[in-house]
């Protein structure tokens, strides 16, 4: 029964996404059949021609949540070293010669940061929220990479965050940024680039892994941090 109601949310949401461009496209095309000049008609259709890179990404990421859903819910889980995964991933983000922020490994890589799950939807999340951070980092801003070991008496977890040098989060959003296609786009950010699904994607993903995800701005006032917690692996697997 819950994933019935789930799934008719979900539908309904994708419903109410996909009518915004497509009523967009019809009013569009509509003016571009009745504009005066041909200047008029070239803007009616690059209007048209946006709307549909933006439908085009909201399917492609709806496409990817659902399968990320099926994925996570089949999957054998196996020991995965999270340090690894992310000092991995941060050494391809080097690799690209965009002009978006570096990603750098902050501090040293724990070789026991060991969590039960799944490597490839577990990459998703941290190249969701990477993304995201480079996305609201300034020309000149770096994004920050971290994994961390925190036990204790009930066995512990680990700590991975993402940290930017961008605006920070507005304190009313820090929840709001993780439901489904939530958008807040930095200025001058390119219309249609995101469809609001990359942090409910991570969180849906590392809810499925017994985890938590939340946002934090940082206390220097610049810039924001997620930080998503796994429990440790133990010897016993789940």
């Known amino acids: 029964a819950d994933r019935i109601d789930a799934n008719e949310r979900f539908a309904a949401d994708v419903s109410h996404e996909i009518k915004n461009p497509l009523a967009s496209i019809q ?59 992310l000092f991995e991933l941060t050494r391809a983000y080097a690799q690209d010669d965009t002009a978006r922020a570096p ?9 026991d940061a060991l969590v039960w799950g ?18 609201f980092s300034p020309p000149d801003g770096r994004v920050f990479v971290n994994v961390a070991v925190i036990r204790g008496k009930d066995g512990g977890f680990v700590r991975a965050t993402v940290e930017d040098e961008g605006p920070g989060i507005p304190p009313e959003n820090l929840e709001t940024i993780f439901e489904r296609f939530y958008t807040q786009r930095p200025k001058g950010a ?6 609001g699904l990359g942090l409910s994607i991570a969180r849906q993903i590392v809810t499925a892994h017994d985890g938590a ?20 692996a133990s010897a016993v697997r789940p």
Not at 32 to 40: D, F, G, M, V, W
Not at 103 to 111: I, M, S
Not at 215 to 229: H, K, P, Q, S, T
């Open 213 to 232: 995800i939340y946002a934090e701005n940082l206390d220097n006032g610049g810039g924001a941090r997620l930080v998503v917690e796994l429990p440790l």
């Open 27 to 85: 009013s569009a095309v509509a003016s571009a059949q009745s504009a005066a000049s041909a200047e008029q008609q070239k803007q009616m259709l690059a209007i048209v021609a946006q709307d549909v890179h933006r439908l085009d990404r909201l399917i492609t990421d709806i496409a990817r949540a659902s399968r990320i859903e099926a994925e996570t819910a089949r999957g054998d889980l196996e020991k995965v070293n999270l340090g690894q995964l």
């Open 118 to 135: 799944q490597s490839g939807p577990l990459g998703q999340v941290f190249r969701n929220l990477i993304d995201n951070a480079r996305s």
């Open 190 to 195: 390119a219309f249609g680039g995101n469809s």
């Open 103 to 111: 990603v750098l490994f902050k501090g040293a890589k724990p070789e």
